[in-house]
T-cell receptor, first 111, second 115 residues
Framework: RKEVEQDPGPFNVPEGATVAFNCTYSNSASQSFFWYRQDCRKEPKLLMSVYSSGNEDGRFTAQLNRASQYISLLIRDSKLSDSATYLCVVLSGGGADGLTFGKGTHLIIQP | NAGVTQTPKFQVLKTGQSMTLQCAQDMNHNSMYWYRQDPGMGLRLIYYSASEGTTDKGEVPNGYNVSRLNKREFSLRLESAAPSQTSVYFC??????????????FGPGTRLTVT
């Protein structure tokens, strides 16, 4: 079974702080990686794709470490609105059934 | 442009009852998916349709059937509901089967309770 592991948290972080969390994956042949955000009782939405060279989108930075088989998400200058569950998603193999979702990391930004 | 819509939003069934969850997308996407999400579990794929006219089993297909009615609509049927099927069901769509740069768009979910 394809495995994607995340620390469930919750991570309690003061507003304005920097927070980072990782996700490990077991299939070394995994091809694509994503971070999705899910607000309480809402649907998941794509936050960012994770590229081999790493990528940044505003306050968010995603990194991929293929040697150690993990991806990371860094959030700088955290806002109250960043409170959510962050899902790590890994694509292994071709086809529509190739996505494996992690259980998510719950982040709470405190004022 | 509504994106992905699902009906109903909430449903309570008794064990043994049947029902169909409806999903529609207006983004002209080729691929559609049904997931379930349970507490402490990641989203798990039930069935998917890579393109109109095709359907395939995902990780947890037992107890479910699907119909890709047309390019827009993909329904999920529970023939004889069981308490183990209590869950939140999400429909999703994507322009093409999952791959690099292919984003899945999710509907708002259906919260199903089977008593």
């Amino acid at each position: 079974r394809k495995e994607v592991e995340q620390d469930p948290g919750p991570f309690n972080v003061p507003e304005g702080a920097t927070v980072a969390f990782n996700c490990t994956y077991s299939n070394s042949a995994s091809q694509s990686f994503f971070w999705y955000r899910q607000d309480c009782r809402k649907e998941p939405k794509l936050l960012m794709s994770v590229y081999s060279s790493g990528n940044e989108d505003g306050r968010f930075t995603a990194q991929l470490n293929r040697a150690s088989q993990y991806i990371s998400l860094l959030i700088r200058d955290s806002k109250l609105s960043d409170s959510a569950t962050y899902l790590c998603v890994v694509l292994s193999g071709g086809g529509a059934d190739g996505l494996t979702f992690g259980k998510g990391t719950h982040l709470i930004i405190q004022p | 442009n509504a994106g992905v819509t699902q009906t109903p939003k909430f449903q309570v069934l008794k064990t043994g009852q049947s029902m169909t969850l409806q999903c529609a997308q207006d983004m002209n996407h080729n691929s559609m998916y049904w997931y379930r999400q349970d507490p402490g579990m990641g989203l798990r794929l039930i069935y998917y349709s890579a393109s109109e006219g095709t359907t395939d089993k995902g990780e947890v297909p037992n107890g479910y059937n699907v119909s890709r009615l047309n390019k827009r609509e993909f329904s999920l049927r529970l023939e004889s509901a069981a308490p183990s099927q209590t869950s939140v069901y999400f429909c999703a769509s994507s322009e093409a089967p999952s791959g690099v740069g292919i984003e899945q768009y999710f509907g708002p979910g259906t919260r199903l309770t089977v008593t």
